[in-house]
């Protein structure tokens, strides 16, 4: 469909929303804004960026907010926390010290086919963790190819275990902190969640997530590995040759022990919320100050598109709890779902967020649902109230049907190398894995 006509039905529609359904019309504003945003974002008329950017416009022009108050969600803590999260990331790739952790893995990992390749999912999911899935892709996706390129008899199956393999391993991998996927920081933002404790919740996901994903690769592929070494040499002297790298690591290092630190620190300089944000800010200021990167280089890494996306989903919460529209979203889905049960609530709405998020971009889904789920969660009482909205926000990672729903995932099909009804057959499978595991632990642990 043109994208000019998905525009202009997106409005239409969103107009009939306002003018007849049976609503408070402050609540029907709110319902009319997130059909018109969400429309956008699922079909992408326009750059999801750019329709970010179209929400405070649309907030500012039904007096929903005044103009600071819509930008003001522009300068939330957790866009500054990402930004030196992507300052870190610019970093430690400038001087390949991601690549040499890579291989550290993979060479403590062993000298077998099988152990190595076991060893870059690791990798992978590690450095996930730190630098966007996207760019952790770019990187491992040639040593990847490098390791195929070694199996003198060429097997199928096995190829497409290993590319799979490393764009779920870095999906999975940004669960593990806020900075590692977008989605996390929407859902951290909604919730007050601090570094550390997502970390305390991120990190048990992602172990139980990652060898589910493995094994049920392994199962479905079957791969056959001959029984040979692997050799990945480690240019250590090509990297710590220059004093800067040692810079490098130990701002890094202490970064990370001050967000694991941020709340006693916090408390003791009596600041309440967003310390991590100031952390993220002076690792930036520490890395510039010892001439490790420069400004222009950080700039230049960044992914600016997807802070405004950040900034624009924020905007959409608040419109959702000023007007209502949440509350009312809410007590629409408790009456019909809340004879259910809770466990097959929480399974709904993880199966939702996971097949939405094959087709929209997964922080786009997040700033959707998220504030949704929140307050259905508060409504409905038979959990803690932050459950919905937390795993709702953590299965938006786990997308691993098709090329579209997530960049790593674009990135490995578009190698040519695997056919997509190889990766929908294997995507399928692991997103109702995904899907139960998630509810099943949300369901035990909270």
């Known amino acids: 469909m043109n994208k000019k006509l998905i525009i202009l039905l997106s409005g239409l529609i969103s107009v009939g929303i306002y003018m007849f359904l049976p609503a408070d019309k402050n609540v029907l504003k709110g319902l009319a804004i997130l059909f018109f945003i969400a429309a956008l974002w699922i079909t992408e008329a326009l750059p999801i960026t750019v329709t970010a950017l179209l929400v405070p416009i649309v907030a500012v022009m039904t007096g929903i907010f005044d103009v600071r ?24 790739h400038k001087y390949n010290l991601d690549e040499l952790f890579a291989g550290f893995i993979m060479k403590t990992a062993g000298s077998k086919m099988i152990f190595s390749v076991i060893g870059l999912f690791i990798a992978t999911a590690l450095i996930s963790m730190w630098i966007s899935n996207t760019a952790t892709t770019a990187i491992m996706l040639p040593v990847a190819l490098g390791l195929i390129s070694k199996i003198k008899e060429r097997n199928h199956t096995t190829e497409v275990f290993i590319l799979l393999g490393v764009a779920f391993s870095a999906n999975i991998g940004g669960i593990g902190t806020i900075i590692g996927s977008p989605p996390n920081a929407i859902t951290a933002a909604n919730l007050g969640l601090s570094f550390s404790e997502w970390l305390s919740i991120g990190i048990p996901f992602m172990l139980i997530l990652f060898p589910i994903m493995v094994i049920v690769l392994y199962v479905i592929l079957k791969p056959k590995f001959p029984d040979m070494a692997a050799i990945y040499t480690i240019k250590t002297q090509d990297v710590f040759c220059n004093k800067k790298s040692y810079a490098v690591v130990s701002i890094f290092g202490f970064t990370i022990i001050l967000w694991l630190l941020s709340k006693p620190i916090s408390t003791w300089l009596g600041i309440e919320k967003g310390f991590d944000s100031i952390i993220a800010v002076f690792a930036i200021v520490l890395l510039v100050l010892f001439r490790t990167i420069k400004w222009k280089e950080i700039e230049n890494f960044a992914d600016w598109g997807v802070l405004l996306l950040f900034g624009g989903g924020l905007v959409l919460s608040g419109i959702l709890s000023e007007t209502g529209a949440s509350v009312y979203l809410a007590k629409l889905v408790e009456t019909h779902l809340v004879n259910y049960g809770p466990f097959l609530l929480v399974l709904g709405a993880v199966t939702l967020m996971i097949f939405l998020t094959e087709v929209a971009s997964n922080t786009a889904s997040a700033a959707i649902l998220v504030p949704i789920f929140l307050v259905l969660g508060q409504e409905i009482g038979h959990f803690p109230p932050y459950e919905l909205a937390l795993t709702v926000g953590i299965a938006a990672s786990c997308a691993f049907m098709l090329p579209v729903a997530t960049p790593p995932n674009a990135l490995v099909f578009g190698t040519e190398r695997i056919k997509l009804k190889e990766m929908m057959k294997v995507g399928f499978v692991l997103n109702i894995i995904c899907a139960l595991v998630i509810s099943v632990v949300a369901y035990l642990i909270f």
Not at 69 to 92: K, N, R, V
């Open 69 to 92: 108050e819509a930008l003001s969600y522009f300068a939330h803590p957790i866009i500054f926390l990402f930004l030196g999260g992507f300052g870190l990331a610019a970093a430690l």
